[in-house]
Every structure is written in C-alpha cells, then in structure tokens.
C-alpha cells in the first residue's frame, strides 16, 4: 500500500519559503496514502497562480489547466474516469473571482469531486493585487486606498448553495487538514475545503499569528452539530468566517453521477465505443 | 402534372405552423419523394411571423426552390409577406378566420378555408393545422391514407381516438378543398416517387447522430441557436449507451469539461454557435497546448455580439481559425451535406485523438436546421481510429520520472496515456513545457516543442478536402463555396452551363489547414473566380488569396441579410459579375 511518500515527486516547488502552500500540499499527500489509493489512482487538477502549481508537486495524474477552470476539467475527467481519484485545487482568486461560477455550479451539481482552494486574501503570483477575500479597506498594488468591497464568504455561498460538504482547515494544521481532506475525499459527493494558507510575502494582515489568534476550532464548540445546515451557517456567520473543522456534511447525499439516468456503473474509459450495427439501424430508422 | 412542388406554410410562430410543415413532409418523404425544407423564425417562443418552406420532387433536391406553388396561410402577415414568391400557377389557401386578403398585385387565386371553423366543429381549433394537410391533399391529389402512419407515429401515444380525430380533420379540408377547387382537382398533382424510405433529418441531427457513431459518451454543452438539437439529441440517447451530457453553467465551462473527460480518455465535445465558440476561445488554446484531443461544433448565425440568433450566416471563419491567442495546430472541417454531416464528424472525432488537438467542426443555420430526405448512412463506412493511446506493459520509470507525454517524436504525435494507468503517471499544463510536462521556459525546449505540435499537422488525414465539379479546363467562372450554399451553387452551375458558360464549381471542405495543393490547380484553370458566402467580409476568399494567391481574379458574392442565397438570385449575381 502506497505511503504518503509514494505521493512526492522529485520536483522541487517555486513557492516562496514559509508558503502555507506547502503544508497544503503535504496534507493531500498523507490524505491520499490514508484513504489507501496508490498514486495512478490519483488525478489533481489545478488553475493558475501560485497554487495551481501544486498539480506538478504531487506524484499523480496532474492537469495544471486556465485560471478559474480547474473545476469544469475536474468534473469532465470525473465524469468520464468514475474510478479515478479527482482532487481540484487553487487559489481564492482562481475559485472565488474568474472561477466563481464554476464554483458555485459544482457545488450545486455535487459530481464526486475534491475541491482543495488555498486561500491567502491575496493575489500572489501577480505580486500583491487584492483579491475578492481580501477584507474591506485591505491595502494592496491595486487597491492603495485600501480595498472598497467587502470580501467574499465562501462557507457561506457554499452553504446556500446546496453544497453536501464544506471544510475548512488552516495550513499550519497539517493533522486536522489531513483529516479535512481525507473526509472530503470519502464524501460521495462534490467536497469544498477552504484552507487559510498564509502568504509570507504580500499578505501582511493575515499571517500565521493572526490565523492562530482568529481561529475557533469547531471541534471546541460544544453540542455543534455539523449535520445542521441552519446551526452551520449561524455558526460560522457568528465567527466571521474563521472557523476549522467540518462545517457541514450530508452523509446521506448522492452524488451526481449516481442520479444520471442510464450512466455507466464502470468507467467510460472501459466501454467499447464502437456502435454494434443493429443499434446504428436502430437509430437510422427513427429518422425514416 | 408538377415535377417539382415548392409549398409554404406560414402564421404566427406558437401556432402549430412547425407541426403543419412536419407532418406534411414526412407523408410526403414517406412517398419516396426527395424534400428540402427550411424555415423562417424569430428569437421568441410566441408570436412572430414563421414560415416553413417546403420543396418536394421525385428526383434529389440540393436547394430551396426559388419559388411557390402554393402558400398556406394562418395570417394576412403570410400571405403579405410571401405572395411575390408565388408562380404564374400558385394558389393561396388560407383560413376564412381572419378574412383574408388578396394583394392587388396578386396573380395567384386565394382560397378561403375555414381550417379552424372544421377543426373547433370536430373538437379543438388545434386541429386547424390538419385541416390544412387535408386542402394540400386535394391540390396534389393524394389519397389521405398517406398522412395514416404519421398521424399514428406522432399521435399513437395519446390514443386512438385522437388519431381518428386528426383523421377525420384531414379528411374534411380534404373534401371541402376539392368541393372549391371545382373542375381544378387533380392540377397541381405531383410526378409520382420512387416510394423508396429514406431519412428525413436536420444537419444537427446527422451531427449528433455521427458523434454517437464516433462513440462520443459524454457531451457538456450550453443551450443555443442554432446548435440545441445536437445536445437534446444526445441527452435523449447517450443513456442507451451508459454515456451522459452535462448542461453547464456557460460555454467555457462546456468546453473545459469536455477536455478534461477527453483527458480521461473518452470522447468527449461541445456544440454552440458564434456567441459560444467565442466563450471557447481560451479552451481551444488549452487543447491545443496540452495536447489533449477536443471536438467543438459551431453551427454559424448571425454575428456579431447576439447579432441574428435565428438566421443565416457564414462569418465565424476567422474566429474559427485566428480566434484564439497564441498559435496551435487545429483542424477546421466544414461538411456541406447530410452525409458529410455525419461522416464529417465521426473524422472530427478521429483526427482530434489521432492529432491530439482542437478539432472545430463548422455548419451553418441553413446546414443545421434545414431538414432534407437523405439515404441511409452506410454503417460499414464508419471508421474509427484512436491514435497513440497507451494503454499498458509500460515499464516503471526511475526516480519516479513521468511517463514522456510529449516526447518530440518524429511526426510530433506523443503517446497518450490515460488517468488510472499504472506507470503512466503524467503532468499536462497549458504553460510550455518539456517532453515530461514540467514547465520549462528554457529557449531551446520552447522551439522543439512549437516545432513538434505544428509538426503533427502533416500527418493529418482528410479525404476529399475540396468536394470540385470542374468539367472545364478552361472555365470562364470557378463558383466556390463552403458548407450549405452547395446545394445553389450546384444548380446555378447547371443552368449557367446549360446556357454556354463554362461553370466549375469547387467547394471547400477543410478550412484549416487550407487544401492549397487542391485548390491551386482549380483557380488556375478559371478566368475568373468567385467565392459565394454569407457574410460581409468575404472571408473564405480572404483565406484563399493568403494560401493559393489569385488576387486578380477573386471576386466575392457575399450576402448577409440572414437569409440563404436562392439558385435564381445566385444566378443573376454571377451574370452581373460576368457581363
């Protein structure tokens, strides 16, 4: 069986020293060993920016593909390799800005899909723009005045979206963020994990020590109860959002794939796909 | 006696007009009578003038007949709009409901019917559509048991009594007609067919039914016009074959799941038109980049912006082939019948995986939503051919280095190994990178790469890439075209030939790579050339004189008022042209 180490590879990331990236990374690296799927039976799909790298840094099947749609690629390969293994992955500007459609419609189709966004407030490969999660009056390259919107809820706007699984986990936890990911990727449905993963180098407000002073573990709160949707969303709209843990699971979804009529219980990749000539005359007669 | 019959049914759209024409064509394709239908609409569910035009002959017909012989009209806006079509001999019914009118120009009788008076005595007004049927029944002198099997086919389902009922309307327009018509029964009969089934189908139709033939098993598509049909056909019968279509949130979405269900190794498309394929842009670039196969169908309107959503146009060539930023290899087929409909697509399927790149095909409205009677497709002629997929024995690498994706090979065509596959492990990513799919900015990888994609292009196979009927070595005119304007070119050329001109006819079937070597002899052999295409810009003869030259003797006919070209008004374009 595979170890978490089976998961690296020998390519040494370009993300800045001290990246919360990093442990993101190796959360989904132990994620994988402990749910006991070997490395071919991985597939991580990712978006551009800092974080769209992390699909070159794992040793699986990788698609590192346009900013903002890592998650229609994701779903296409799921739909069309249901034994594969899919975990998408980005950042808050991929997901939340130029993906947010996408994100949201995911969210709502539940096709069984892993979506890992690295959030940071920050647009960081550009170097230093705001980003839609950067906190009203945030002070950026593009924003000097200071940020004018308010910043965009992802728990919430998943939660409202229909969404069968919301997380979310900090990067310097890497034993709760395992566990975060390795319950996403069991879900039977579309999983969203946000992740607070720091940006040593342009984010200036949220840093580490900001994250552990902000930060309530749901695990701490008593009598949560995060097969509630409605305590859910109280709860994190109570925290502002800087909450870790499950923050809502329906165990008793069924994922996307399991309610298309007709579709293949095996992978498509395995059907034949040349007609039979009685089918083609089949459907050559109801034109006649 | 007609050996040709070109009829029209028109009202306000939301009015049965579409099922008036339907059930009429397919008694009459059921007859073995040859049918070239095209109809007229508006971007709205209700109201509106739509017209449904319909030429019937016992010989194969390739366009809409310039004329009429006989227009059915639910509203004075019908017959207002379309009188001047009619022949010497055509003849307008219409309902007495709404009192109609005869233009004082008119030369052609009208006849008063009370369709919907019939149709509410037998139960519904709804049925005024079949009483109709029954008047054409009595003008072409047809027996009505003709309309018996149609009837049963689209009303089985909802019992037998309302089968007898539709029936029965049929046979009342059908008696009062020829009490009207007097001594006149019998003349507008139609030369009798070969009484042979064939298929009676829209090109989004022999599109989708390629794509399932290809053995497509999923499909993500947004809903537009001209191109629906192709997914609703797909979600009706993908089930079948365990396969399933997604519908997105947007047209980029549509074209990134299909890559990436290609990545996974099954077939996989998208259907849109202009407003869409420009949403595809950046997809299209993705495909090309990382080298994994996609199949977009662009079935052209109206431009630009929401421009004509329901109306002829040929002007997304340049979007096609310089659409997206950057340069890849991409293969653009434009199939100008029903047969190269299907057959065409099932090569888009093929060359996409075997090139490993984006793969457009283009229609057109008039291609698209025309419906025509076509011979069955030959199930043996269906090929296909999957490439360079690897599928297993591939020997563990060292260190854990990737499986090489994109190793420069000879031909640039890499092996492909599919997600899941042990020891295939791979990285794909649309920056540049180097033969294992790491990125690599490195100035010698880059060319190698550039040089390798574009390399593939040659080893593309396409039969027939110019679809030529060039009698003439020394032709005074060569006619070009591409997809659904064949039909009136061929027959222009006919008459014009028939007259003494010297007529060759050359029509372009592979846009890009552009079939110069095909071409070239074809422009040499013409005095004069002219490219027929609806849009404004004249942008198939712009793609030819960047490839064969020929600057000094192509001329454009171009249309683009969002209606087809007609043989006649071809006609007499080209002799303005040529005087």
Not at chain 2, 66 to 94: R, S
Not at chain 2, 219 to 237: F, G, Q
Not at chain 2, 264 to 290: N, W
Request: hydrophobic residues 40%.
């Amino acid at each position: 069986m595979a170890t978490f180490k089976d998961f690296r590879n020998t390519v040494k990331p370009n993300w800045c020293p001290g990246c919360g990236d990093f442990s993101v990374q190796a959360a989904i690296q132990r994620a994988a060993a402990n749910v006991g799927i070997e490395p071919n039976e991985l597939a991580v799909i990712s978006g551009i920016g800092c974080s769209g790298r992390i699909s070159g840094y794992i040793n699986s099947y990788g698609f590192h593909g346009i900013h903002g749609r890592a998650l229609p690629i994701a779903q296409g390969l799921k739909m069309a390799n249901r034994d594969l293994n899919v975990i998408a992955s980005g950042g808050d500007g991929d997901g939340f800005a130029i993906g947010m459609g996408h994100t949201i419609h995911a969210i709502r189709r539940n096709i069984d899909v892993t979506y890992v966004v690295m959030d940071n407030q920050i647009y960081g490969l550009t170097k230093g723009q705001t980003s839609p999660r950067s906190a009203a009056g945030f002070i950026t390259k593009s924003t000097p005045g200071g940020a004018i919107e308010p910043s965009l809820k992802p728990l919430e706007v998943a939660l409202t979206s229909g969404a069968t699984f919301v997380a979310q986990g900090f990067s310097t936890d890497i034993k709760e963020l395992t566990a975060l990911i390795e319950a996403g990727i069991n879900h039977k449905g579309f999983s969203f994990i946000n992740v607070f993963s720091p940006c040593v180098t342009y984010n200036k407000v949220n840093t580490y020590d900001w994250f552990k002073e902000n930060l309530t573990k749901l695990a701490d709160i008593e009598g949560y109860d995060n097969s509630d949707r409605g305590m859910a969303m109280r709860t994190v709209m109570e925290h502002e959002g800087l909450v870790t843990g499950i923050i809502y699971q329906d165990t008793e979804t069924t994922s996307y794939q399991e309610k298309v009529p007709g579709y293949s219980e095996l992978p498509l990749t395995d059907i034949d796909i040349k007609m039979s000539e009685n089918d083609f005359n089949e459907l050559v007669k109801e034109f006649m | 006696m007609l050996h040709q019959l070109s009829w029209k049914v028109g009202g306000q759209q939301g009015e049965g007009i579409e099922s008036t024409g339907e059930i009429f064509s397919m008694a009459m394709n059921r007859l073995g009578y040859f049918l070239y239908g095209y109809r007229h609409f508006s971007s709205r569910i209700k109201g509106g003038h739509t017209n449904n035009k319909i030429t019937v002959r016992p010989t194969e017909v390739r366009s809409i007949a310039d004329d009429l012989d006989i227009l059915v009209a639910f509203d004075q806006e019908t017959i207002d709009v379309n009188y001047k079509e009619l022949t010497e001999t055509g003849i307008i019914l219409a309902d007495s409901k709404f009192d109609p009118v005869k233009p004082e120009d008119s030369k052609a009788p009208l006849f008063a019917v009370p369709f919907t008076e019939v149709a509410a005595e037998l139960g519904t007004s709804l049925m005024k559509n079949m009483v109709a049927i029954g008047a054409t029944a009595a003008l072409l002198n047809l027996e009505d048991e003709v309309f018996q099997n149609v009837v049963d086919d689209i009303f089985g389902k909802k019992g037998e009594e309302v089968v007898q009922k539709n029936m029965e309307a049929i046979a009342r327009g059908h008696e009062l007609m020829n009490e009207l018509l007097g001594e006149r029964v019998g003349e507008w009969a139609l030369a009798p067919a070969d009484g042979k089934r064939r298929m009676f189908m829209i090109g989004n139709d022999a599109v989708a039914l390629g794509a399932l033939a290809a053995g497509t098993r999923f499909m993500a598509a947004y809903p537009i016009t001209p191109a629906s049909e192709i997914m609703e056909y797909l979600i009706k019968k993908l089930p079948k074959f365990g396969g399933a279509v997604i519908q997105t949130e947007d047209e980029i979405a549509a074209a990134t799941m299909a890559i990436g269900a290609n990545f996974g190794g099954v077939r996989s498309f998208t259907a849109s038109a202009g407003p869409g394929l420009s949403l595809m842009m950046e997809a299209i670039g993705l495909s090309g980049m990382t080298e994994q196969p996609l199949v977009v169908v662009d079935t052209q309107r109206g431009g630009p912006s929401t421009g004509l959503p329901t109306k002829q146009e040929q002007s997304d060539l340049m979007a096609m082939l310089y659409g997206t930023h950057g340069e890849i290899p991409k293969v653009v087929i434009a199939p100008s019948t029903m047969e190269e409909a299907f057959f065409d697509t099932i090569q888009a399927f093929n060359i996409a995986e075997e090139l490993q790149l984006p793969v457009i095909l283009v229609t057109d409205l008039q291609l698209s939503l025309g419906k025509q009677s076509v011979e069955p497709f030959d199930y043996n002629k269906i090929e296909i051919r999957r490439g360079k997929i690897v599928t297993d024995n591939i020997e563990e690498a060292a260190d854990k280095a990737y499986f090489k994706r994109y190793e420069n090979t000879e031909d640039g065509i890499s092996p492909r190994v599919l997600p899941g596959t042990l020891n295939g492990i791979h990285h794909v990513t649309g920056v540049e990178h180097d033969e294992t799919g790491k990125p690599s900015e490195a100035t010698g990888n880059r060319q190698v790469q550039m040089d390798k994609r574009f390399r593939k292009l040659a080893a593309l196979k396409f039969d027939n890439p110019v679809y030529s009927n060039a009698p003439h070595e020394d032709a005074d005119i060569l006619l070009v075209g591409f997809n659904s304007t064949r039909g009136a070119i061929e027959e222009v050329q006919e008459r014009l030939n028939a007259q003494g001109m010297k007529v060759n006819h050359a029509h372009i079937r592979l846009i890009h790579p552009f079939p110069s070597t095909e071409v070239a002899p074809l422009v040499a052999k013409a005095k004069k050339v002219i490219v027929v295409e609806n849009n404004y810009t004249g942008q198939l003869a712009n793609i030819m004189k960047m490839n064969v030259g020929g600057h000094d003797k192509i001329e454009t006919i171009t249309k683009y008022n969002g209606t087809p070209f007609l043989p006649g008004e071809l006609e007499n374009r080209v002799k303005e042209l040529t005087r």
